[in-house]
């Protein structure tokens, strides 16, 4: 059982993946459709992120990776500080792109697509859980390939390391779900500030935990 699942091997290291703390979205009716693409956090979010550095504060955290995108790089930040280290920043652990091929000439999707595509498109990823229902979305197998290689880049990095990586529930999914075989491309929802944990060592990979979030008070538990 040790030797299947990683457990009591003091060669087996930890990757940490930590969904952001919950952002501040625009106003509604928001067209400036970049201001949706990177929110900061919201005042409960940033809660979240101090409690999620503190809880992550007694592991031993070798390095801390994070998106580049504002919610995930604070959340990272406020890990990192508690270990003294800087946080590095890859573009690839960024969200999944939806929207990410819009028409010539457009820059907000309702505009592009219409808000009757729109609503049947959400009511297909409800029924499928795939990207693809999205028009003009960033591909499931593209998210995948894309989470996939720069993950197993920061493990390599890392060996007999644990090592924690900031980023998106998209991208959490993306990862857990390749190791699991599980066909969905978002097939569960993390938490704001949760933590998922993964066990590495050579080429196998064995899911320790998902949406951890007891280190969260319950007035500020969010999804």
Same mark, same amino acid.
């Given at each position: 059982m040790d030797r299947a699942f990683l457990t009591d091997d003091p060669d087996a290291a930890q990757v940490i993946l930590v969904r952001h703390g919950q952002q501040d979205f625009p106003e509604p009716g928001t067209k400036d459709f970049s201001k949706w693409v990177d929110p900061p956090l919201s005042k409960i979010g940033l809660k979240q992120a101090e409690a999620v550095g503190r809880y992550l504060a007694s592991f031993p955290i070798a390095a801390v990776y994070a998106s580049h995108l504002s919610r995930a790089l604070v959340t990272g930040e406020n890990i990192a500080e508690h270990h003294g280290l800087t946080v590095t920043v890859d573009d690839r652990l960024h969200e999944v792109e939806i929207f990410q091929r819009l028409p010539e000439g457009h820059t907000n999707p309702t505009d592009a697509f219409g808000s009757e595509v729109l609503a049947k498109a959400q009511d297909e990823f409800v029924a499928t859980r795939l990207w693809s229902a999205y028009p003009g979305s960033e591909s499931g197998a593209e998210f995948r390939l894309r989470v996939k290689t720069v993950i197993e880049e920061i493990i390599a990095r890392h060996p007999r390391q644990v090592v924690a990586i900031a980023c998106h529930g998209g991208v959490i999914n993306?990862? =857990?779900?390749? =190791? $699991?075989?599980?066909?969905?491309?978002?097939?569960? &929802?993390?938490?704001?500030?949760?933590?998922?944990?993964?066990?590495?060592?050579?080429? &196998? &990979?064995?899911?320790?935990? $998902?949406?951890?979030?007891?280190? $969260?008070?319950?007035? =500020?538990v969010t999804w």
């Open positions: 993306a990862y =857990i779900a390749e =190791i $699991l075989g599980v066909a969905e491309d978002m097939f569960y &929802r993390p938490g704001h500030a949760s933590v998922h944990r993964v066990a590495f060592k050579d080429d &196998r &990979r064995v899911v320790w935990t $998902l949406n951890e979030v007891a280190h $969260l008070d319950p007035d =500020i």
